[in-house]
């Protein structure tokens, strides 16, 4: 009896600290996310010292580009305006920075997944070449010459040192603070508002034609897919065929989500859309069939112009703007 | 009360674990080329009487263990250990076992394992900033031997390997078996003439991804373990 009321205690104890640790939640009815937290503990402190990493354009070869640079948080840490990711020296990239958000849940990085773990995902930036065209043991340096960051790793790490194990997992601490889950679509799951008779509608339409590649509750499967863009000659990019060297993954790209899409323009792997009507024809009438179409896009998708406003004002119930301008996840002031 | 039980409960199951007397246990690599010591930045000739210099020379060696009769007997920890030509402190491999283990063969895997790979940061040997880490496709490079030979038709007569790869089908981690006597020192000579022979300086190229050429090389670059 004692020690089932001594684990009634500890369980108490231990939710309570849960609480107090608002750092990440999973919200009601989503899947296990498959982040291992238990290698990378989330804490106050550590959270705090990846997010003035993310911040930081220490990060550059020549301290001018941040992380925040191409992902700033009232773009759902996308780029805005820019098609494909712009670096260092306006150097130009081949891709469209993605948005970062609910990434305890993704398995892989990058539009095709070059990247294994959200650990590792900084490092790839950090030494692009047209990117921030630094290295990750110069980073490390730097971070240990600089005093503000003495006192940030004193307090996330119990000593002053700089590492890049320490580096790697403060980034990730942030990033994964990034939950985006308080949209009105969410509300309207929790009954706590509801659709008009347009979203509705274009939810339905959505629910029909979209969501097998965009899956709720996080708006996307996942998945590779090929998307039946037209190849970009100058470009050239094969997607997840670089990585796999399989000719099966040919044009495929990782399903991106579409959650606060209305701020996270321009669209696909190489930003070739800067509005949402054009998305919408592109699925309609601009589909280019290959071997490695999507399966559900091998059948044409007809929709009236009344139908792709309606979905658009669907998609557009995607939008949390708790956490578009959450202050705790802009840029760190000092208090 | 409950935690006394516990605690007894494990010292029971480990009793044989510490009732048992451990004697040391060293490994020393040792890199030559040719027979003779191998340093970076020097010329050397090879049997062909081509000239070669090697500039970087960094490989890992993980899940050391001690076999008897194809059964592993003892687990060498902690896990890893990065060989850098650089730092001869890492040529040394320091550990204890039991007294009185039983084995007739040292393996270990020339590189990474797979689920290290997908396992996130990691720290000591395996930091990111030991410069065995691929940054723009996730994964560690096992083994890196950069340098130059005459015979290479790259530019400054460069040659780059770095081998690595966890993914089928380009998984590119190696495993070593040597059959011994039981010793408490073990020299290990790493004659990277043995693997290097092997190599047509004229027809390679570069190998900085996972891919089947890596593979192949990592085979070639197992021949330099040699029991002493």
Redesign the interface.
């Known amino acids: 009896m004692r020690?089932l009321l001594f684990c009634l205690g500890f369980w108490m104890l231990f939710s309570f600290f849960e609480k107090e640790n608002n750092l990440f939640y999973v919200p009601r009815n989503w899947p296990k996310p498959v982040y291992?937290f238990k290698?990378?503990l989330l804490t106050e402190q550590k959270v705090l010292l990846g997010r003035n990493l993310f911040y930081d354009p220490l990060l550059s070869r020549d301290n001018t580009i941040s992380c925040a640079s191409c992902h700033s948080p009232f773009n759902a840490f996308a780029h805005v305006d820019h098609n494909l990711s712009h670096g260092i020296e306006d150097r130009i990239g081949t891709r469209n920075s993605p948005t970062l958000m609910n990434l305890a849940w993704h398995q892989s990085f990058m539009w095709d997944g070059?990247?294994?773990?959200?650990?590792?995902q900084a490092?790839?930036p950090?030494?692009?070449p047209a990117e921030m065209d630094e290295k990750?043991?110069n980073v490390?340096l730097k971070l240990n010459r600089t005093k503000k960051y003495k006192s940030l790793y004193f307090n996330a790490f119990g000593d002053s040192i700089a590492?890049?194990?320490?580096t790697?997992?403060a980034i990730?601490q942030f990033m994964l603070t990034l939950v985006s889950a308080n949209s009105k679509y969410d509300l309207v799951k929790q009954h706590k508002a509801k659709f008009t008779l347009q979203e509705k509608n274009g939810y339905k339409l959505f629910q029909k034609h979209c969501a097998s590649c965009h899956q709720e509750p996080l708006f996307t499967n996942l998945k590779f897919e090929n998307n039946g863009l037209k190849v970009d000659s100058k470009l050239n990019d094969i997607g997840r065929m670089k990585?796999t060297?399989n000719a099966k993954d040919s044009l495929k790209f990782k399903v991106p989500t579409l959650r606060n899409i209305e701020f996270s323009y321009p669209y696909m792997h190489d930003g070739r859309f800067k509005k949402l009507n054009q998305v919408m024809n592109h699925y309609t009438n601009e589909i280019q069939h290959s071997s490695t179409l999507a399966e559900n896009l091998r059948k044409p998708i007809a929709l009236t112009s009344n139908e792709k406003v309606d979905i658009i004002a669907f998609l557009l119930t995607l939008t949390d703007k708790e956490f578009l301008f959450n202050p705790k996840l802009g840029f760190p002031r000092a208090k | 009360m409950k935690l006394l039980i516990v605690f007894f409960f494990f010292l029971m199951t480990n009793a044989k674990l510490l009732s048992q007397k451990a004697e040391n246990f060293e490994i020393d690599f040792e890199p030559t080329f040719l027979s003779t010591q191998l340093h970076l930045n020097q010329y050397y000739k090879t049997n062909q009487d081509d000239s070669i210099q090697f500039t970087s020379f960094k490989f890992y060696i993980s899940n050391l263990a001690l076999v008897n009769e194809n059964e592993v007997v003892w687990k060498l920890n902690p896990g890893f250990y990065l060989i850098d030509l650089e730092d001869s402190n890492s040529f040394k491999i320091k550990s204890v076992i039991p007294e009185n283990m039983i084995y007739n063969q040292i393996t270990f895997d020339l590189g990474i394992d797979s689920l290290t790979n997908v396992s996130g940061a990691l720290g000591g040997a395996l930091d990111p900033t030991q410069g065995m880490y691929w940054t723009w496709q996730s994964g560690y490079i096992n083994l890196k031997l950069e340098g130059n030979c005459n015979q290479s038709l790259q530019s400054n007569n460069e040659f780059i390997f770095h081998l690595g790869g966890y993914q089928s089908p380009f998984n590119a981690i190696q495993k070593i078996s040597l059959q011994t006597k039981k010793q408490s020192t073990y020299q290990i000579g790493i004659e990277l003439n043995n693997w290097i022979s092997e190599v047509d300086f004229h027809q390679a190229k570069s190998i900085m991804s996972p891919r089947k050429e890596a593979i192949e090389m990592a085979v070639k670059a197992t021949k330099m373990f040699v029991l002493k």
């Open positions: 020690y291992n290698n990378n070059a990247i294994n773990h959200l650990d590792m490092l790839a950090i030494s692009h990750i043991e490390i590492t890049g194990e320490r790697l997992k990730s990585i060297q």
